[in-house]
């Protein structure tokens, strides 16, 4: 046998041979890569810094309109009836009002209407639904108006009216959203979960619930964001809050007064839009 190898049999390539090419271009298995392990600056994950403005950019320049509204009530010309119903201790008095018949009300609608489409979506009680779901749209097919003097009248006129009246108002998203994320987690996860023996209360409180989360508070923050608006409307039966700056400046019809009332009345519905959106996001599964 000579000497000689098979890769001296193999006719050396050109420059210009194609398959020269393509073996020069490809690289080598296991070779280092420079750009291997990085992400190009624009597909990095979301830093600490992006979360930061996110969570916090709303809310600032929601400060900055409040800031604007505080220096417009201070230089602005007001009579003595606008500067009456403009004071900073009216202004805070009425917003902390507001809070509170939202934030109550919410509450009340959540410890309810979160347990009732609970049962309504179990087995045995299912053929309920539809009557739940009927009870409930008949907060929001009475006007917002007629639902507040109507609770006023039953309740006597006042605070606990308004509250009686924006959890019926606001008891229907909760409801119909709890029904909704129930129904849509995936039936081959429950059969799963009974597969490997877990109790239906396991799988309501390991894999129903947890799934259904995001459509809940979804449902929380619209209702959350519906009471804003209709606790407004509660000054019309003394119930206070920012619609009674807002009713002041309709009685003494005085324009300032009704626009400063109605600006706060959004941006309080802007940041607790903004609050639930965060804590959903934080609440949400990981992988959903």
Request: charged residues 15%; proline residues 7%.
């Amino acid at each position: 046998m000579s000497g000689r190898t098979l890769v001296d049999d193999v006719p050396p390539r050109g420059e210009n041979d194609p398959q020269r090419v393509n073996d020069d271009a490809a690289p080598l298995v296991g070779a280092a890569d420079p750009t291997r392990g990085t992400i190009p600056s624009g597909t990095r994950p979301t830093s600490a810094g992006a979360r930061a403005r996110r969570y916090l950019g709303l809310p600032a320049v929601l400060a900055l309109v409040c800031v604007a509204v505080g220096v417009y009530v201070a230089v602005a010309d007001l009579d003595d009836v606008e500067s009456r119903l403009l004071t900073f201790d009216r202004i805070i008095d009425a917003t902390l009002v507001h809070l509170q018949l939202v934030g109550i009300s919410t509450l009340v609608v959540i410890a309810l209407a979160v347990p009732l489409g609970i049962l309504v979506t179990r087995p045995a009680a299912t053929r309920l639904t539809p009557v739940v779901v009927t009870l409930g749209n008949i907060g929001q097919t009475i006007p917002s108006l007629g639902v507040i003097v109507l609770f006023a009248i039953l309740f006597a006129p006042g605070f606990r009216g308004a509250v009686v009246a924006l959890v019926v108002y606001a008891f229907l998203p909760i409801l119909r959203n709890t029904i909704v994320g129930l129904q849509q987690v995936d039936p081959f996860v429950i059969e799963s979960a009974r597969g490997m023996g877990m109790s239906s209360g396991t799988i309501l409180r390991t894999m129903e619930l947890p799934l259904a989360v995001p459509v809940i508070l979804a449902g929380v923050r619209t209702a959350a964001v519906i009471n804003v608006g209709t606790a407004t409307i509660g000054a019309f039966t003394n119930a206070g809050g920012l619609g009674g700056i807002i009713y002041g400046g309709i009685v003494q019809s005085r324009p300032p007064v009704i626009v400063v009332g109605s600006i706060l009345t959004g941006v309080l519905a802007l940041l607790l839009d903004h609050v639930l959106g965060v804590v959903e996001e934080v609440l949400r599964p990981k992988g959903l």
